[in-house]
């Protein structure tokens, strides 16, 4: 069966700090793998995914993650935080041994400090 | 509509009754999906409809939940004679196709109270 580990439920940084947020999967097969963001009050939406192509994956706002399948890691990045990032991360997996169902860890809260 | 909706945003009701959350999924999104998302737990998979396939219900809690989704579109999910920890907001998500890699666009979520 597919997992996935969000290493630590809460993270607080600096503004204008590096933001890492981690993430590992277990699958059997390569994975879908995405981050999805929920805002204060507003519903997830997805960040950035990785559908087995560049390794190196660009979202919306300034975030990266890097597929590393040695790793089995999917780790969130940010070179500099900004207020508006604080918010709720949640690593995704799906497809491989999932099928078509996706499943989320139990997310980051990503705190930002003035 | 241009993203998913849900109805009602909140519910309250007591324990012991019936409710019911309604979701309208982007229109043509052929696959459709209810989580659970409790404080502090993430999203808990219930379950997920494609096409006219048989849903995917492995991910329901009890078999006081079920959900149905009418003509490939609305979908409803009904939880029976409901308990306290079932309070949670219970979040709705379709897919244009069942492919794994696809986004999932979700609703604003129904929050529940059960007291």
């Known amino acids: 069966a597919q997992s996935v580990t969000q290493l630590g439920s809460h993270v607080s940084v600096s503004e204008g700090a590096l933001v890492l947020l981690r993430c590992n999967y277990s699958?059997?097969?390569?994975?879908?793998l995405f981050w999805y963001v929920q805002y204060p009050n507003q519903g997830l939406q997805l960040l950035l995914k990785?559908?087995?192509?560049?390794?190196l994956v660009k979202g919306i706002n300034g975030f990266e993650a890097e597929f590393k399948k040695s790793e089995t890691s999917f780790h969130l990045t940010k070179p500099s935080a900004h207020m508006s990032d604080a918010a709720e991360y949640f690593c995704?997996?799906?497809?491989?041994?999932?099928?078509?169902?996706?499943?989320f860890g139990a997310g980051t809260r990503l705190f930002v400090k003035a | 509509g241009a993203g998913v909706s849900q109805s009602p945003s909140n519910k309250v009701t007591e324990k012991g009754k019936d409710v019911e959350l309604r979701c309208d999924p982007i229109s043509g999104h052929t696959a459709l999906y209810w989580y659970r998302q409790s404080l502090g737990q993430g999203l808990e998979f219930l379950i997920y409809?494609?096409?006219?396939?048989?849903?995917?219900k492995s991910g329901l809690p009890s078999d006081r939940f079920s959900a149905e989704r009418t003509g490939g579109s609305v979908s409803t999910l009904t939880i029976q004679r409901t308990q306290q920890e079932d309070s949670a907001v219970y979040l709705c998500?379709?897919?244009?196709?069942?492919?794994?890699?696809?986004?999932?666009?979700f609703g604003p979520g129904t929050r529940l109270t059960v007291l």
């Open positions: 409809f494609q096409g006219n396939s048989a849903p995917d």
């Open positions: 990785y559908t087995s192509a560049a390794t």
């Open positions: 998500a379709s897919r244009r196709t069942s492919g794994g890699a696809d986004t999932q666009y």
């Open positions: 995704a997996v799906s497809g491989g041994t999932g099928g078509f169902k996706t499943i």
């Open positions: 699958s059997s097969v390569p994975p879908y």
